[in-house]
T-cell receptor, first 113, second 112 residues
Framework: NAGVTQTPKFRVLKTGQSMTLLCAQD?????MYWYRQDPGMGLRLIHY???????AKGEVPDGYNVSRLKKQNFLLGLESAAPSQTSVYFC????????????FGSGTRLTVV | QQQVKQSPQSLIVQKGGIPIINCAYE??????FPWYQQFPGKGPALLIA?????SEKKEGRFTISFNKSAKQFSLHIMDSQPGDSATYFC???????????FGAGTRLTVKP
């Protein structure tokens, strides 16, 4: 049982490059989330989705876009990477929204130089 | 604006000690308060959670104490073990939205 799988695990980008982070879950969860984790700041919500075909902005959405074309996948895109986007990115899923526990992936460490 | 404030940032205890991590929240609409445990290189994992209708919840060696009037909640780890060394995050959310707010985290070290 894989749970939540994130790819890639590590990536180095040059400023201005673009990339897509993939999150896949096999638990048939409706809700999926993208967080970034920075030292001393905990986890901050970037975007989330309450179901296939729907997305919404979180606390820190600027510079990111997302898509949820299939229920099991949630993609996070960076169109023009900036050094401020250097972070560890976590995807999470939940069966019933933020009023229940989340299952997190193992993270993607992104460095923008 | 950090809606969930967590302290301390780091904590070192001896094996068998009882580390206590504290969190305070501002929004009285929060109605779900989980704690997550994160080991290096891994994602956070749900440890225990509480709702405001109870003042305490125990699961094994982990206990949440909740003080609704003070808008504070804390995690106690009984008989701590070196394997409990990890970063712990408190969080808070409300049932009518999908924006769970996390504290900044506490790095716990349990010495043998």
């Amino acid at each position: 049982n894989a749970g939540v799988t994130q790819t890639p695990k590590f990536r180095v980008l040059k400023t201005g490059q673009s990339m897509t982070l993939l999150c896949a879950q096999d638990m048939n969860h409706e809700y999926m989330y993208w967080y970034r984790q920075d030292p001393g700041m905990g986890l901050r919500l970037i975007h989330y989705s309450v179901g296939e075909g729907t997305t919404a902005k979180g606390e820190v959405p600027d510079g990111y876009n997302v898509s949820r074309l299939k229920k099991q996948n949630f993609l996070l895109g960076l169109e023009s990477a900036a050094p401020s986007q250097t972070s560890v990115y976590f995807c999470a899923s939940s069966s019933a929204g933020s009023n229940r526990g989340y299952t997190f992936g193992s993270g993607t460490r992104l460095t923008v130089v | 604006q950090q809606q969930v404030k967590q302290s301390p940032q780091s904590l070192i205890v001896q094996k068998g000690g009882i580390p206590i991590i504290n969190c305070a929240y501002e929004n009285t609409a929060f109605d779900y308060f989980p704690w997550y445990q994160q080991f290096p290189g891994k994602g956070p994992a749900l440890l225990i959670a509480i709702r405001p209708d109870v003042s305490e919840k125990k699961e094994g060696r982990f206990t949440i104490s909740f003080n609704k009037s003070a808008k504070q909640f804390s995690l106690h780890i009984m008989d701590s073990q070196p394997g409990d060394s990890a970063t712990y995050f408190c969080a808070a959310s409300m049932s009518n939205n999908n924006d769970m707010r996390f504290g900044a985290g506490t790095r716990l070290t349990v010495k043998p």
